[in-house]
C-alpha cells in the first residue's frame, strides 16, 4: 500500500463506502427516516476516485449525482443496505460507513394504506442490525471508518463507539449547530483511532472529504506498509 503523500495512493485498492438515509416502509405509502443529505459519502466516494480507488457506493435515496467511475448499488432499507454492504466488503481493503442507517424499523410492513383512528398511535420499531460492527467483526477485515453526529458529548460518544464496534477510526461531527451537518456544504470533524485525534477544521466536504481520506491512507498504510 502506498503512502498518502504518493498521487493515485490508493490504487487498486477496493473502497467500499455506504451514504445517505435509510428508509424504513410502515405501509405502501409511509416511511420513517434519519436526516442525511449523502454529501459527505458521495464526497468520500470522488475522493478515493481521485486517489485511483475502485470505489462501490452502497447508497440509499439521495439527491445527488453517483461520481463518474463508481459502482453504485441502490438500496432502500437497513436490512437492504447490510446485504449489499456484506456482499461487497468480502474483498474489500476499506470500508467507509457514512450511511445514516435508522436504528429501528417498523415491526410491521401494512399491505394497504393504514387508516387513521384514534387520537394517539404508537408505532412497535425493531432492531436493525449494526452493519458497520458485522463489518468489523469479519474474519478478514477491511481498514473500518465510521462517523458518529452527535448533539452533545461528543468525544466520550465517539470514543465509546470506535471501541464497541470495533473500529480503526471514526469521524464525530456536531449537529444542530449553526453551522455544518446534515444538509450543508461545510463540515468540520474530529477524528478518533485507537492512541490518536486529530481535528479537521470547519469547510467544504470535498476538502474534507480528501482530508479524511488522507488520514484513512496513513491508517492503511501503517496496517499493510
Ligand atoms: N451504523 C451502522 N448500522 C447501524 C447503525 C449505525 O452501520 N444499524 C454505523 C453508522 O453508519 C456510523 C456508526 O455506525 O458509521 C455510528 O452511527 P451512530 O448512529 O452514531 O451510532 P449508533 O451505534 O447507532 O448509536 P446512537 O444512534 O444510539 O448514537
Ligand atoms: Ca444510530
Not at 474474519?139 to 470495533?166: I, M
Not at 482530508?211 to 499493510?224: R, T
Request: charged share 20%.
Amino acid at each position: 500500500v502506498l503512502a498518502p503523500e504518493k498521487p493515485g495512493f490508493l490504487s487498486g485498492i477496493n473502497v467500499v463506502i455506504s451514504a445517505g438515509p435509510t428508509r424504513e416502509p410502515l405501509d405502501p405509502v409511509r416511511y420513517i427516516t434519519n436526516r442525511s443529505s449523502g454529501k459527505m459519502g458521495y464526497a468520500l466516494a470522488s475522493a478515493a476516485l481521485s486517489a485511483g480507488a475502485n470505489v462501490t457506493l452502497v447508497s440509499g435515496p439521495v439527491n445527488l449525482a453517483v461520481p463518474a467511475g463508481a459502482k453504485l448499488i441502490a438500496v432502500e432499507t437497513a436490512l437492504q443496505m447490510y446485504d449489499a454492504v456484506m456482499m461487497h466488503t468480502q474483498v474489500a481493503d476499506i470500508y467507509i460507513g457514512a450511511a445514516a442507517v435508522a436504528d429501528y424499523r417498523p415491526q410491521q410492513l401494512a399491505d394497504g394504506k393504514i387508516k387513521k383512528a384514534g387520537d394517539t398511535s404508537t408505532i412497535a420499531l425493531v432492531k436493525n442490525p449494526d452493519i458497520i460492527a458485522a463489518v468489523a467483526g469479519l474474519q478478514a477485515k477491511p481498514l473500518v471508518v465510521g462517523f458518529a453526529a452527535e448533539t452533545d458529548d461528543l468525544e466520550n460518544y465517539a470514543k465509546h463507539k470506535l471501541q464497541s464496534k470495533n473500529l480503526d477510526l471514526i469521524a464525530a461531527n456536531w449537529v444542530g449547530q449553526a453551522e455544518g451537518g446534515f444538509e450543508s456544504d461545510r463540515n468540520a470533524l474530529q477524528v478518533f483511532w485507537p492512541g490518536g485525534q486529530q481535528i479537521l477544521p470547519m469547510t467544504d466536504k470535498h476538502t474534507l472529504a480528501a482530508q479524511l481520506l488522507k488520514l484513512i491512507a496513513e491508517k492503511l498504510h501503517e496496517k499493510n506498509p
